[in-house]
């Protein structure tokens, strides 16, 4: 199985939204103030792969993960409940 955002369903059972993800993620980071390259290098990530989550084009689970590892926020910021 092939994970994507297609895959993800909040607690209350409604589907995820890429741009839901997409915005909270560019949220969290201008919130910390890091820079898109300076979350990649926090996070080990490529600037381009950060670039495609905030743009909603990316929702991997362990890039989410380490994002908010970075970012020092639960995943669950990223994810309506």
């Given at each position: 199985?092939?994970?994507?955002?297609n895959n993800f369903a909040s607690a209350n059972g409604t589907q995820?939204?890429?741009?839901?993800?997409?915005?909270a993620v560019a949220?969290?980071?201008?919130?910390?103030?890091y820079s898109?390259?300076?979350l990649?290098?926090?996070?080990?990530?490529?600037?381009?792969?950060?670039?495609r989550i905030e743009?909603?084009?990316d929702a991997d689970p362990a890039k989410l993960?380490?994002?908010a590892a970075a970012l020092q926020?639960?995943?669950?910021?990223?994810l309506p409940v």
């Open positions: 199985m092939t994970i994507s955002i995820l939204s890429p741009q839901h993800i997409a915005a949220e969290a980071r201008r919130a910390v103030g898109i390259e300076e990649a290098i926090t996070t080990g990530l490529v600037g381009d792969e950060i670039v743009n909603g084009m993960r380490r994002i926020v639960p995943v669950s910021k990223f």
